[in-house]
């Protein structure tokens, strides 16, 4: 378990047991978080292999195309509500609302985004069929998004309950139906590519299919025994809601195009195949962010809140030295092991067709990293619920996101999109933990990010001397030696890392008993 820091600043931490029902309780979150992920991920790696292999390439970077074109579509029909559902969420809990209960509160969030998703659901059909039929370079693309247009409202809804487990802090429950979902559309997935057809029809017809019932299911169980009404919805909180949500989706859509943005420039420069290679590399990382920087994230931004209503600031203060050093020191060692592996594991998981994406994976990595870490670093913007600024800054990293892949696509190919990612991200990190400062201080994030980025580096260049024939033994080689070095300079270097392996033995021990 980890260790409070700061006591003297914050007068509930005096108190061990405050102390250590805080950080059990944000270890519990993470762990269900990241186990969650982490199944997923497994999911993901099972389809990976055998999606890459039995997709054309160019249909694998169509299929890439359409599913980040459909992220747009669900951000703007989320219109940022699902960042208000969890800002709200504590707010109505401690009455700051008169007149509006929790049902109500669920009422509003379910039906409003409800209606939102439709909306974006025509405007996704318009188009489909509206825009020139020269700015996809392939004549699939509106007939697939006319089959994918279902999945809007499906993910927008999806989203909405998602949100409301988040802020009530039901990671187990959240978990759970995350898992089977994944599982389930595996199954769809890569029964209809293997026994159907392998091409991105069956690919979109399972999802679709999947989706559905995976939708209604999750209804059913989250509201069996409560379900929302429609006359129970609050007008009032909505429109409060939606003043902070709008902005957010700008920062929703921002975040896209530093997500996805690249795919659309590969694909206008190089061409589909391109766009194959990099979705590929791309893809295998984002497996990696979830089960562990995504994971941390989303367990720690809902404590924030709650300590904030309920505590104050200083605990926030308090709370975000404690993850960030955990967070750099756990992320830096995932980012120099996925370097040292990632040309094996390309050719390992994907076939060695795509071992040429692996020069992207070190930049992607960083940048995905950098990327969890944005909602933590402006979480004091967050809290003051600054969403226009927040915007503000997500956007100028989208910009700065598209401008250097123009820049840098044309003269580094892609690893020009990687670099892009790691640019834009980390500047968008940096500015976020300047402009928090007007409402918090923030945590020590360069310190700790030289001290385990250095450690990180050590352990890349000596594993990167480790050769081997074949690539599963150089995979299994290089990747024990980078976490080995890693962890002997993080042991040797860094108290904290020594704090979490000790209580973590003694834990262990007692758990034996």
């Known amino acids: 378990m980890l260790q409070c820091r700061s006591r003297s600043a914050l007068p509930f931490l005096n108190h061990p047991e405050r102390c250590v029902t805080l950080l059990s309780s944000f270890a519990r979150h993470t762990r269900n978080y990241s186990l969650a992920s982490s199944l997923v991920m497994v999911a993901g790696l099972v389809s990976f292999p055998i999606l890459t292999r039995l997709l054309p390439l160019a249909d694998y970077g169509v299929m890439s195309l359409v599913s980040s074109s459909l992220g747009f579509a669900v951000a703007l029909g989320k219109l940022g509500m699902q960042h208000a ?191 194959g290679l990099y979705s590929a590399a791309y893809n295998l990382s984002d497996y990696i962010k979830l089960a562990l920087f995504t994971a941390m994230s989303s367990a720690a931004l809902p404590m924030c809140v709650r300590l904030a209503e309920s505590e104050g600031t200083a605990a926030v203060e308090a709370f975000l030295v404690t993850f960030t050093r955990t967070f750099l020191l756990i992320g830096l060692g995932v980012v120099a092991a996925m370097a040292a592996v990632g040309g094996d594991l390309m050719a390992v998981l994907a076939s060695a067709k795509y071992q040429p994406a692996a020069v992207v994976i070190p930049w992607v990595m960083l940048g995905m990293m950098f990327e969890a870490y944005i909602v933590i670093a402006g979480v004091g913007l967050y809290l003051r619920k600054r969403s226009i600024v927040t915007m503000g800054m997500v956007a100028g990293g989208a910009v700065l996101n598209v401008v250097l892949n123009l820049l840098l696509v044309p003269r580094l190919g892609i690893q020009g999109s990687g670099v892009a990612n790691l640019c834009s991200y980390a500047a968008v990190v940096a500015i976020a933990l300047l402009a928090t400062r007007r409402t918090l201080r923030p945590p020590p994030f360069a310190l700790g990010f030289l001290k385990f980025g250095l450690m990180a580096v050590a352990a890349y260049l000596v594993a990167n001397q480790v050769h081997a024939n074949w690539a599963v033994v150089s995979l299994l080689l290089r990747g024990s030696v980078a976490v080995l070095v890693y962890a002997a300079l993080a042991l040797l270097l860094d108290q904290r890392a020594r704090q979490l392996l000790g209580q973590s033995w003694a834990k262990l021990k007692v758990r034996r008993k």
């Open 85 to 275: 559902a969890l800002r709200f969420y504590s707010e109505v809990r401690a009455g700051k609302h008169p007149g509006v209960d929790l049902r109500q509160f669920a009422a509003t969030v379910i039906y409003g985004m409800g209606l939102l998703g439709l909306v974006a659901c025509a405007l996704w059909l318009l188009a489909a069929w509206l825009l020139p039929a020269g700015l996809w370079d392939d004549p699939r693309m509106p007939w697939l998004m006319t089959m994918t247009a279902v999945l809007v409202p499906l993910r927008v809804i999806d989203s909405a309950v998602g949100n409301l487990l988040r802020a009530q802090e039901q990671s187990g429950l959240l978990a759970i139906m995350g898992v089977l979902k994944r599982y389930v559309s595996l199954a769809a997935i890569l029964g209809a590519v293997i026994l159907i057809a392998p091409t991105v029809w069956s690919f979109f017809g399972a999802t679709v299919v999947l989706e559905i019932v995976a939708v209604v299911a999750m209804l059913w169980w989250v509201f069996r025994t409560d379900w929302p009404r429609w006359r129970e919805r609050s007008p009032v909180l909505f429109r409060a809601m939606v003043v902070f949500a709008v902005p957010m989706t700008g920062f929703e859509l921002s975040s896209l195009v530093m997500q996805m943005g690249d795919r659309y420039v590969l694909q206008a420069m190089l061409g589909a195949e391109a766009v």
